[in-house]
T-cell receptor
Framework: GAVVSQHPSWVICKSGTSVKIECRSL??????MFWYRQFPKQSLMLMAT?????????EQGVEKDKFLINHASLTLSTLTVTSAHPEDSSFYIC?????????????FGPGTRLLVL | GESVGLHLPTLSVQEGDNSIINCAYS??????FIWYKQESGKGPQFIID?????DKRQGQRVTVLLNKTVKHLSLQIAATQPGDSAVYFC????????????FGTGTRLLVSP
């Protein structure tokens, strides 16, 4: 299967600090990864598309300077929440397409729960 | 614009019953529909998919039906088990690969013993 991992699985930080979340494709290479956030009892909201070797594409309303994305290799994308505030507390999930089926099915990581105090 | 929506936010069933989760979509340009299962505190897990040139696809205990005439998608779970309790999302993908998904709002399935 296609395995996507995230680290850490949960993180608690103080307001004003920055937090980095890693997303890795373990058994395939991914030129494109996606970052979502999810609030309780809500659907997934796409934040940005992470592109290996180039700038990420952000969805409307998502602050690119607030949520820094770096896709430095074909198996790793990172999301950094800068100057985190309590309203940034959420469940962050990444996903990627294994190339084997022509990029039809996204596989998701286990998610990272962020709590900003 | 494109949207994918679900008819019911919560579905409660008894263990052993068959479950049917529905999804409506408003744009037929997509070529690919996917059902995901999300358990509490976890990322979505792929269940089954269907291409727009198909009407039905079966997996293990699950069947997806696609009615393009009324733009309706459903997921049927046979002999529902407590482990099936989760939120189920439908999603659609554009014709080309590696594109972003459009998600529905989700249906919470509650299975009681």
């Amino acid at each position: 299967g296609a395995v996507v991992s995230q680290h850490p699985s949960w993180v608690i930080c103080k307001s004003g600090t920055s937090v980095k979340i890693e997303c890795r494709s373990l058994d395939f290479q991914a030129t494109t990864m996606f970052w979502y956030r999810q609030f309780p009892k809500q659907s997934l909201m796409l934040m940005a598309t992470s592109n290996e070797g180039s700038k990420a594409t952000y969805e409307q309303g998502v602050e690119k300077d607030k949520f820094l994305i770096n896709h430095a290799s074909l198996t790793l994308s990172t999301l950094t929440v800068t100057s985190a505030h309590p309203e940034d507390s959420s469940f962050y999930i990444c996903s990627a397409y294994p190339p084997r089926d022509g990029g039809k099915t996204q596989y998701f990581g286990p998610g990272t729960r962020l709590l900003v105090l | 614009g494109e949207s994918v929506g679900l008819h019911l936010p919560t579905l409660s069933v008894q263990e052993g019953d068959n479950s049917i989760i529905n999804c409506a979509y408003s744009n037929s340009a997509s070529d690919y529909f996917i059902w995901y299962k999300q358990e509490s505190g976890k990322g979505p897990q792929f269940i089954i998919d269907i291409r727009s040139n198909m009407d039905k696809r079966q997996g293990q205990r699950v069947t997806v039906l696609l009615n393009k005439t009324v733009k309706h998608l459903s997921l049927q779970i046979a002999a529902t088990q407590p482990g099936d309790s989760a939120v189920y999302f439908c999603a659609k993908s554009p014709n080309t690969g590696f594109q972003k998904l459009v998600f529905g709002t989700g249906t919470r399935l509650l299975v009681s013993p």
